[in-house]
């Protein structure tokens, strides 16, 4: 009893020693819109992320009408249809991808710490939710509208039952994204190395366009899946291709011609533009006015997209029931959903100088797909194009996302009855377009070549089993090469254990002006540079950047480097960094000794090359010394140095020489730590 009674009070002592402001620093950790809210520029920030939200609103119904394409309109069966409007991809209704552009951004926007990260539906969630719907609600032929109404916004039992297991799926995989959270699982991304994130999502496009064919062809055919499933998909192409419907091929090609000529010409002249045409719409608007006033659903024998019901649904539970039998689905929705969100989360965080926590991500497309489960919504994720859109667009914040929701409210209660004669082949091409960017991923093949051939190689292994199986069977057999390579190949490198950066400092009085001072810092880098390591050394590097440029004092001490070992807890690799200006009266150089530096992987390149773009942006001059010629040819080939000045030297001494630096000079201070 009296440890028990200690127990407890040691826990009231400490629920009473929480302050206010812990709870506060809590909850805005947790709801980041209570951090950019309270300080938005509504002067500044409100009109590009007006323009921004209405362009993303554009792409949004675009993408999700698409929606329908996926399990349906084929009276005999269809495949998910992937696209920008992705209810089509899990094969439900398309006003459930309408929703899924509604209530997912409104949850990121409160829980998300990606300000340029547009959620919603997306291809490839929406591709791994179909298998489930397919399997456990078969089509039989029966058109969207069928005569058993549910009395549920008009729609069918069939149509009812189908969005009850896209929903489960989504709802068991905001469990699991939670549950991460919850573990703290998301420092654990540095498996998630560029190349098979790369392989896995190029894959995974490949299979939605893949999904598409039978639209543009206007083909009717099985829904097939399963291993193998992409080559049983085209060996049934080939074998029934005088089915092929020319009408149907014919608004294809001519779709697919004008979005890439229309897009190409955007993006030649975007600078400029203020406002880039919305050729997505124009193509709807145009081809559902053609198809109307022809007749093309009769004449033609076209797919449509049909009845769209009009209004919000009341909530209600997911199916419960199916839960245990959507849990590969829900892993791979969780898995695969918040890899891409969190690459497309980091390189906005990089590029707009703020920081991103893994974990907290976790948390905010878990609720994303949680919460909105119970409003018919689909599994969601951030999109590549979206996100893409709002970097073009000028976006500041994620008030354009909430924009964007309020005018697809707009065309949820009063347009979207207008889209019932949109051709189904049209949102195909609009679909395949769209993942132009995610399929140009086959161009860094030469870069992983060239850099690290077994980075090739995993590239190339992880796409074929993103083919042969599906996406979240290569994101696994990814991260198991990955742990693979940390056990077999790392004990071969020459340095095992990793030490402390060597930091050496100079600071010289120049002759011609002795006010002035030239800081030279000397980082010798002893050990392996790979993707285990790779943020944690950035972070260090960057703190020793970010102690210097806010010191006022000519000779401060440096302080140690923070032990840089395997065992240590990661980094995600961001740093507030508010670009740094030098003081005028000093130049700052640094010296990366790389002669220790003998084993490194294309994680490792780009980070170097990372460090290298953070430094000029802050006016630091980076000079390379002692670098093998394969890191030499790997940095020159992994990205573009641009420098007027040479950047790789022999040796420690003859970098300083290049530093300019003249012959004659007093030392001023010279500082040395291990």
């Not at 010409?265 to 709807?284: A, G, M, S, T, Y």
């Not at 991260?479 to 060597?502: E, G, Q, S, W, Y």
């Not at 990205?639 to 530093?659: K, T």
Request: charged share 15%; aromatic share 10%; with cysteine.
């Amino acid at each position: 009893m009296a440890g028990a009674e200690r127990r407890r009070s040691t826990v009231w002592g400490k629920i009473r020693a929480v302050r206010c402001e812990d709870v506060k620093e809590w909850c805005v950790r947790r709801l980041p819109i209570l951090e950019w809210v309270p300080i938005y520029d509504w002067k500044e920030n409100l009109v590009p992320d007006a323009v921004s939200g209405m362009m993303l609103a554009i792409q949004q119904v675009t993408q999700d009408e698409q929606t329908r394409g996926a399990g349906y309109l084929a009276s005999g069966q269809s495949q998910p249809t992937p696209g920008l409007a992705f209810a089509a991809l899990s094969s439900v209704h398309p006003v459930f991808g309408l929703y899924g552009s509604f209530f997912p951004v409104i949850i990121y926007a409160i829980f998300g710490m990606g300000r340029h990260v547009a959620t919603g539906t997306f291809a490839l969630t929406s591709l791994i939710s179909a298998n489930a719907v397919e399997r456990l609600v078969p089509s039989t032929g029966t058109n969207f509208t069928a005569n058993n109404n549910s009395g549920v916004l008009g729609l069918s039992e069939f149509e009812m039952q189908r969005i009850g297991v896209a929903a489960a799926v989504s709802f068991l995989g905001g469990i699991i994204q939670v549950a991460m959270f919850m573990l703290h699982l998301g420092h654990a991304t540095f498996l998630l190395t560029e190349p098979v994130i790369s392989a896995m999502t190029t894959g995974a496009a490949t299979h939605v366009v893949t999904s598409q064919v039978k639209y543009l062809l206007g083909m009717k055919m099985p829904y097939i899946s399963g291993p193998l499933g992409f080559f049983h998909i085209y060996a049934y192409i080939f074998e029934n291709i005088r089915s092929v419907q020319l009408e149907a091929l014919l608004l294809s090609l001519l779709s697919v011609v004008v979005l890439v000529l229309v897009k190409e010409l955007n993006e030649k002249f975007q600078r400029n533009i203020k406002i880039v045409l919305p050729i997505d719409l124009v193509l709807i608007i145009a081809t559902s006015t053609a198809c109307c006033y022809a007749d093309m659903e009769y004449v033609y024998g076209l797919e449509v997209v049909g009845h769209i019901p009009q209004g919000l649904p009341p909530p209600k539970l997911p199916a419960m029931n199916v839960l245990s039998e959507v849990v590969t689905e829900a892993f791979g929705v969780a898995l695969v959903g918040y890899v891409a969100s969190l690459a497309l989360a980091q390189s906005s965080a990089k590029r707009f100088k703020y920081t991103v926590d893994d974990n907290q991500e976790f948390l905010a497309h878990g609720l994303s797909n949680v919460i909105p489960s119970f409003f018919f919504c689909i599994p969601s994720a951030a999109a590549m194009g979206r996100t893409a859109l709002l970097y073009s667009t000028g976006a500041r914040t994620q008030v354009a996302c909430l924009i964007s929701c309020a005018l697809v409210l707009v065309v949820i209660y009063t347009i979207g009855a207008m889209l019932y004669w949109l051709p189904m082949c049209v949102l195909a091409s609009i679909i395949v377009v769209g993942l132009k960017g995610m399929l140009m991923q086959f161009r860094d093949l030469k870069k992983y070549w060239n850099v690290d051939k077994i980075d090739w190689s995993i590239w190339v292994t992880t796409y074929m089993f993103t083919i042969c199986f599906a996406a979240n069977v290569g994101l696994l057999y990814g991260v198991v090469c990955t742990i693979v390579i940390v056990i077999f190949r790392f004990p071969r490198a020459k340095t095992l254990n990793l030490k402390n950066m060597k930091e050496v400092e100079y600071k010289y009085k120049t002759e011609e002006n002795c006010e002035s001072l030239k800081q030279v810092k000397i980082v010798t880098v002893s050990n392996p540079l790979v993707f285990l390591n790779a943020r944690k050394f950035h972070a260090d590097l960057m703190k020793i950047i970010q102690k210097d440029g806010t010191s006022s004092q000519a000779c401060e001490d440096v302080n140690k480097c923070e032990q840089n070992t395997l065992l240590c807890s990661f980094s995600n690799g961001s740093c507030h960094g508010e670009s740094l200006q030098p003081c005028q009266s000093e130049q700052r150089v640094l010296i990366l000794d790389c002669s220790g530096l003998n084993f490194f992987d294309y994680t490792g390149v780009s980070m170097l090359l990372q460090i290298y773009m953070d430094c000029k942006n802050r006016h630091i001059e980076v000079l390379l010394a002692c670098c093998k010629a394969s890191l030499i040819k790997a940095m020159q080939y992994g990205g573009n140095l641009e420098s007027e000045n040479p950047i790789f030297f022999e040796s420690v001494s003859s970098a300083i020489d290049a530093s300019q630096i003249p012959r004659k000079y007093s030392k001023f201070s010279e500082q040395s730590e291990v």
